[in-house]
């Protein structure tokens, strides 16, 4: 049984610092690795793709991949109140639709 | 717009009454997948499909059927409903850029009540 494991928070920040969310994974075979945010009563919404080891950033985020560890992490510069939302690590052994979710960290940015 | 749209997004059966939810995409994407979404859960595959006339079990397939007969469309059909099927559904399409370079869009959910 695959495994995505994710602190379920909530981790508060306040406004303007980073967030640092983390996920790790039981399948050595995993090739992708997904950063969904999701509002509440909302659909998962990506933002952040990775699939090699080492850092990816776009705009305020950066991913961070770890093979070795079997870990990926999601950094949040400068988090805003909107960034308030719960974090969905997915990850994914073939890339075609079979990802399996953490059940993900709820981030709190307080103003 | 690119979207993937789901009917009805509201719902509440009783428990045995055949219910259809469907789920459309207009970005001609070739895979896509069914998810429920509990309290304490997390998102759980229940179905996905690669292509059309082909689709396969996800980690909770039980009480479910799906079918695929158009690349647009994938009908999540829940045959004789139970209470333990109350939830958050959601359809995803999923776009391949390349080897193992997969982008997924959800649509905006299906909430299900059954009594």
């Known amino acids: 049984q695959k495994e995505v494991e994710q602190n379920s928070g909530p981790l508060s920040v306040p406004e303007g610092a980073i967030a640092s969310l983390n996920c790790t994974y039981s399948?050595?075979?995993?090739?992708?690795f997904f950063w969904y945010r999701q509002y509440s009563g909302k659909s998962p919404e990506l933002i952040m793709s990775?699939?090699?080891?080492g850092d990816k950033e776009d705009g305020r985020f950066t991913a961070q991949l770890n093979k070795a560890s079997q870990y990926v992490s999601l950094l949040i510069r400068d988090s805003q109140p909107s960034d308030s939302a719960t974090y969905l690590c997915?990850?994914?052994?073939?890339?075609?639709?079979?990802?399996?979710f953490g059940k993900g960290t709820m981030l709190l940015v307080s103003p | 717009e690119a979207q993937v749209t789901q009917n009805p997004r509201y719902l509440i059966t009783v428990t045995g009454k055949k219910l259809t939810v469907t789920c459309s995409q207009n970005?001609?994407?070739?895979?896509m997948s069914w998810y429920r979404q509990d309290p304490g859960l997390g998102l759980r595959q229940i179905y996905y499909?690669?292509?059309?006339?082909?689709?396969d079990k996800g980690d909770v397939p039980e009480g479910y059927k799906v079918s695929r007969k158009e690349k647009r469309n994938f009908p999540l059909i829940l045959e004789s409903p139970s209470p333990n099927q109350t939830s958050l559904y959601f359809c995803?399409?999923?776009?391949?850029?390349?080897?193992?370079?997969?982008?997924?869009?959800f649509g905006p959910g299906t909430r299900l009540l059954v009594l």
């Open positions: 970005m001609n994407h070739e895979y």
């Open positions: 997915a990850v994914s052994d073939s890339g075609y639709s079979t990802l399996t």
């Open positions: 499909s690669m292509n059309v006339e082909v689709t």
């Open positions: 399948d050595r075979g995993s090739q992708s």
């Open positions: 990775i699939y090699s080891n």
């Open positions: 995803a399409s999923s776009f391949i850029a390349g080897p193992s370079q997969e982008t997924q869009y």
